[in-house]
Structure formats: C-alpha cells, structure tokens
C-alpha cells in the first residue's frame, strides 16, 4: 500500500497549509482526521480550510456528517480506509492532517473497538451532565489510573466511553487502546511550537473565529437542526452556546475559547508526544516543506529509523 503521510500536532500550528503544500509535491490528496471538521456546516470555528484556499487539492472526510449527528471513532475508521484503498487505487499519495488523536491512530494503526452499549452510555452522559466530567473522571483514576492520565478531567466524552468500555469488558480500558504499531505503511510529522507562540497563535485564531462570524455561524446551525451531543461540546461552539443560553456574556464566551484552545493545544502535544514513531519539525522553520519533503523521501528509501524525534518544547505537554 502507498505510504499514508500524517500530518499531526496541536491546534494553530499550521498543520492544514503543510497538509496542502506536501500534497501538490507528492502527487497526493488530504485525507482529514479532525473529529469536529467530520461536520458540516462547522467551518469557522474548526478552521476548516475553504473550498478557494485548498489549491485544487482534494480532501476527503470533511462535511460527511450533520452537526446533530454523533461521530464514532470505529466508523471514521471504516470510512478512512476506504479513502486509503481508493487513493492507493488511484496512484495517489494520502495526506493525512489533523490533531484528533484517536482518529489518527484509527487510520493508522491496529486499533479493533470494543462494543458500545447506548443504556449505559446514555446513563453515564446523563451523569457527567449533572454531575460534571470530574466526578467520572475520579472513578475513571480509581479504576484505570493509566487510562484517567491519558484522556485528562476534561475530555467528558473520552471519560464516558473509557468507563462504558470498562463495564462492559470488566477490563481497564487502558488494555484496549491501541499500540504503536502501524496497520499501514505511516510517516507521522508532528509540528511543534514554542509554548508563547503558540499561545498567540491560539488568540490569533479566535480573533479571527470571533471577527469572521462564528456566533452568527452558531445561529445558522440552531436554526437548522441544531447540534448534537457530539458538535456541542466543539471549543468554540460549546462557548457560544453557553452565550446563547444566557450563562455567559460574550466577553467570557471569547476568554473561554481562547483558554480552552490552548487546553485542547496541550492534550494534542501530550497525545502526540507519547507517540514515539512521530517526526517533529519545528512549525517556524522557513523550509519547513523541504524538510518535511526530505523525511518522506527517506522514508520511502527505508532510510529513516522507525523512533520519530523528540520533540524540542516538552512543556506542552505538561
């Protein structure tokens, strides 16, 4: 199969251009594993590049799903490999690019899904709503300290299906994630930042979120249906929403998107920073598309060693 080029890291990197830039010199099409960019609709607080940016490149898995639909890891997964095998079909080279983890590694990696039981996600969705996600998240550490240090107190979702996964199996759910060990040919390229630029990165995006429409792009989506569990708790929409609902006034709305922007930054560098097989470039580099281009090649040679680099600003993932 031809080499799947993965393009990872925190959010506000620059991730989508390099996406775009490797593809027209590889011959390639984006392949997208942004969990939020899935919908439809959702396209300025995702930072979803626009139809007139992407320079004639295709992508594939954006605008697949309604925002009152929820996304599922295991389908993403059956619908990107597909991609895969049409592209490899087809003499393309896949470009891989986003920051949702689970969904990279569900391209990527041998990762089978252990069953779901909507009784009792139902249940444990109702608590953290009435409880808040720290009180799952406790019983998650109590269970499954491994797994509660990965996914973080604030990831309600993760700490949901992690507790469902450990009463339906009886095993932690720390067992059923998925080693480092590739389902197809990979080059992961992880994009790392300086904590400070990264931050002003992040300010710099929600301006332009704010300035570019999000909350009237928020209306349009109530107005058409409305979101789903899922898509509601986007960063950025969740914030909104809470403005909407009278809990928030707009100042807070945009302080919270920027503080949880730069949450979401650091679990994506923790994520992606525990992943040894991961080659980090330094997403300031003036020729970052020449080195990114030379990893491939030797990648394709088989001349570049299976552990990735380290990347140089650890402190994200603190």
Not at 45 to 68: C, F, I, M, N, S
């Amino acid at each position: 199969m031809t080499l799947v080029v993965a393009v990872v890291g925190p959010t506000a990197t620059g991730k989508s251009d390099l996406g775009i830039a490797l593809a027209l010199a590889l011959g390639g099409e984006v392949v997208n594993t942004d969990a939020m960019q899935l919908y439809r609709g959702m396209d300025i607080g995702t930072a979803k590049v626009r139809q007139d940016e992407r320079r004639g490149v295709p992508h594939h898995l954006l605008d697949v799903l309604d925002p009152h639909d929820d996304a599922t890891v295991a389908n993403y997964q059956g619908w990107g490999r597909a991609v895969l095998d049409d592209l490899a079909a087809r003499g393309r080279t896949p470009v891989a690019v986003g920051g949702s983890g689970l969904y990279v590694r569900a391209l990527l990696d041998r990762l089978d899904f252990p069953g779901t039981d909507s009784e009792l996600r139902a249940s444990l969705e109702a608590r953290a709503d009435a409880e808040g996600p720290r009180a799952l998240y406790a019983e998650l550490a109590a269970a499954d300290p491994v797994a509660a240090d990965r996914i973080g107190p604030h990831n309600a979702r993760r700490i949901v299906r992690a507790l469902e996964v450990i009463a339906l199996t009886g095993r932690p759910y720390s067992s059923s994630l998925p080693e480092h060990v590739y389902e197809v040919p990979a080059l992961q390229i992880g994009l790392d930042c300086d904590r400070v630029v990264l931050d002003q990165r992040v300010a710099g995006r929600v301006a332009r979120m704010w300035s570019s429409g999000l909350i009237d792009e928020v209306d349009r989506l109530l107005e058409a249906g409305g979101l789903g569990r899922t898509a509601a708790r986007a960063v950025g929409y969740a914030q909104v929403l809470g403005l909407h609902a009278g809990r928030i006034s707009e100042r807070q709305a945009y302080d919270e998107t920027v503080v949880a922007t730069r949450r979401l930054a650091r679990r994506q560098m923790g994520w992606f920073g525990r992943d040894p097989r991961v080659h980090w470039l330094d997403a300031q580099d003036p020729d970052l598309v020449g080195h990114a281009l030379d990893l491939v090649e030797r990648a394709r040679a088989g001349t570049l060693p299976d552990r990735g680099s380290e990347p140089t600003s650890r402190r994200l993932g603190s």
